[in-house]
C-alpha cells in the first residue's frame, strides 16, 4: 500500500519543477542527533547539494516522529513528505535530477551494489556502535537521544529505542557480533570502497554520484565523530585515499555555503 | 439487602406499636412496644468475617454499646449495616438482636451476620456510549480487596474507531467514610481522532481525592499522563504533523459539580453546574492553564414540556506567552449533540481537512422538549422519545489577552448558530440519540456544516 502511495506520490509531484521552500527535516544536530541518524541525513544532504538543489535544514526535537516512515531526515516539498535516502533519490529523480544518468547499465548496477554493501555495513555498524556498545550507548547516545525530554521519558524512550535496535540487529544476525567481528566488517567494506575508487576523484567517471554522497555521509560521520575507544577512526585510518575523498567533497560541498 | 430481625421479651401488654426507626422491617414482624424498652448492649458478635479488617468493624459497631433504649439499638444497628455496605465491605448484613445469654437485666446481645464478596467479581461486560463513538467494556472487580473497603476495578475497552486501552482503578475510602474517598488510576489507552487526523497513545498514572461539601462535590486529581502523538495517515495536514511526538503531561485538576437534575440523559427539572480548572506544569513538558465549565437549568412547563438552557465555555492559555498549546489539549466544536448542523469538531480552524481546535470557546443551547404528538405508546415505549426544537450557538477561537476586549468582541461578532427540530430518544440512562433537522443559520469560512438530517449519539449534550 505505503509502495502505492509512495509512487503516485512521486508521479503526481513530477509536473512541478523545485520549489524555494523545500526543508530537510532532522533532529537537532548539536545536542540531540545520534551517529547512525546524522550519517543518514548528511547523505542525503550532500546528495542533495551535488545535484544543485536549494533547501533549507530544519531542524527540530521531533523529527523522528514527524517523518511519515519513522526516520529521518524526510523533505518537504509542497504538500509532499519523502523520507530516507532511496525514496528520497527517486523522488528527485522524478523531478528530472539525477546523478547517474550518464552512468551505463552495468555500471549503474554496480553502483547499486556499492550502496547497498554500504548501507548495510556501515548503516548496521553505526547501529551497532551507536546503541549495542555499552560505553558510548550510555555515556553518548541514550543521553542525546532523550536530551529533549523531561524525566522520566528522557530514560524510557531511549531505553525503549534501545531495544527496538537491538531486535532490528537480532533479525539481521549482527547483534551477536562481537567489537572485532564488527571493525573487521567495516575494514572489509572499506578496503572495496578503496580499491573501487583508487587514486580517482569520484567513485564512477568524473562526476560524483549518489554513490559519493552515501559514502561521504557516512565516513565524513564516522571520521569526525569522536566517541569512546575511537574504534571505527583506528580502521579508517588505514585509507587514504577515503580520508582524501571526504575531505574533498566536504570542501567542495560544504565549504562555499558554509556548513549549511 | 438484609432484614432486622428482633425478637421480643416476654412481657404482658404488648401493644402494636412499629419500630418506625426500622425501614427494612416488612409489616408482618413481630409489633412491639419498643421504643421505651431499656436496654444494655453486652455483646455484638459479627460474624463471617474472612478478610475484612477488625479495626474498621470495631469503628461501626462501637456506637451499639451505647444505645439505652431498644429503639436506639434497631437504629444503631440500622445504620451501622448501611454503613458497612456502603463502604462496600459486604454484600449482605443480616441483624438479629438476642437477650444475653447470662439472663442480666435487660442485656442484650446484637449479632451481625454479614457475608463477604468473592475476592474477584465479574464486572461484566457493558457498553459505554461517548459521543459518537460506542465501546465495549470488559471488567473485573475486587471488592474489599485489603479489607477495608478498598475496591479494585480492572478495565479493558475495546472501541469503534480503533480505540483500546487498560485501565486499573483502585478506591479507598478515608477515615470509614463511604463519600470521602481517595483514588489511584493506572491506564494506558490508544485512540484514533479522525477530524483531526491524529492518533495517540495514552500512558498515565493519577492520584485523587474526591470529597462533597454543604455546595456540591469536589474532586482534585493529579495526573501524570505520557502522551505519543502520530499522524494517522499520510494525509495528515502538516501543522498536525508538527505536533507529533512524546509529550509528558503532569497537571492538577480540579472540578467541582453540583447536580440536581432528575437524569443525567433527559433531565426534566433540575440544575447542573460544573466547573474544572487544570494546571498544567508541574514537571513534565506541557505548560497551560484552563478553565471550563458547563451551567445547564431544566424546568417542566405545562403539556409535560420541558425547557431547557445550556451554556458552556471554556479558555485556556499557555504558561509561556510564546508558546501554544498542543492539539491534543485544545477546545474543538461542533457535532450532532453540541453545536447541531456541524460536523463532529467541524467548526473553527482547519488545515487540510484536519481541525486544529483553538483556545476559548462558548457555547449556548435552548431546547424545547415534548412529548411524541397524539402521545403514541403513552406509559410504555412512548415515554423514551420526545421531540424537540433547539437553538444553539456558540464559537471557537483565540483570546488575545492583550486585547480581551476585542477578542472576545470577536468571539461574539463570528459566531456560529443554527436551529432545528427532531427526534430524542432515551436508551436506558446511558446514552440519548437524536435525529434533527438542523438549519445551520451563520457559518464561518472552513467550516465543516452538515445541514438537514443529523444523527447523533452520546452522553455529553448541550
Known sequence: MSLVVDSVQATLGASEPWPDDVCLFQQYQVEQITLPDYAQCLAVRTFLHMNGLRFRVEQRTNAEEMSPSGKVPFIQVGLYLVSEMDPIVAFVGTKGFSLSRELSDTERSEMRAYMSMVENILGNAELYMAWLNAEIATEVTKPRYGCSFPWPLRWILPWSKQREIRARLKSNDWADKSLDEVCAEVKVCCQALSERLEKKEFFFGDRPTELDALVFGHLYTLLTTILPGGHFTAVLRDFENLGKFCKRIEDSYFRLGGFD | MGNVHAKAPTEPELKGVKTS?????KKDDIFVKFDKLPVRVQRVVVDGLTRTKDDII?????????????????????????????????????IAFDV????????????????????????????????????????????????????????????????HGYKAHLKKPLNNNPDIYMGALAFQSHGEYPWSGYKQTDRGFALDLTFPTMFGSHNLQWEGVWRDLRAL????S?????????????SLKHTFSIDTRDDRILPTTGTLWQTCQEYAGIGGNVEFAKQDGTFQWNTSLIWDTIFQVSLAGGVMRPLDPKASVNINDRFFLGGPLTLRGFNLHGCGPHSHENALGAEAYWLAAAHIYSPLPFRPGKGRFGDFFKT?????????GSLDFNDLNGSVRGLGETMRWSYGMGLVLYLGGMARLELNYVIPM????????NPGLQFGIGINFL
Open chain 2, 388 to 396: 424537540h426544537f433547539f437553538v444553539n450557538a456558540g464559537n471557537l
Open chain 2, 58 to 94: 470495631i469503628k461501626e459497631v462501637k456506637p451499639l454499646l451505647s444505645a439505652k433504649t431498644f429503639d436506639e439499638l434497631v437504629q444503631l444497628s440500622y445504620n451501622a449495616k448501611v454503613k458497612m455496605e456502603r463502604l462496600g465491605l459486604f454484600k449482605n448484613v443480616v
Open chain 2, 100 to 163: 444475653s445469654k447470662d439472663k442480666r437485666e435487660n442485656g442484650y446481645e446484637v449479632l451481625f451476620e454479614v457475608s463477604e464478596f468473592r475476592r474477584v467479581r465479574s464486572g461484566g461486560i457493558h457498553t459505554e456510549i461517548s459521543n459518537n463513538d460506542g465501546s465495549l467494556i470488559l471488567g473485573m472487580q475486587m471488592p474489599n480487596i485489603f479489607g477495608r473497603g478498598e475496591k479494585l476495578d480492572l478495565h479493558y475497552i475495546i472501541g469503534t474507531k480503533r480505540t
Open chain 2, 21 to 25: 426507626s426500622a425501614p427494612a422491617a
Open chain 2, 238 to 250: 502538516f501543522s498536525v504533523r508538527e505536533q507529533a511526538g512524546h509529550s509528558l503531561k503532569s
Open chain 2, 233 to 236: 495517515s499520510r494525509e495528515t
Open chain 2, 442 to 449: 451563520r457559518v464561518q469560512k472552513g467550516d465543516k456544516v
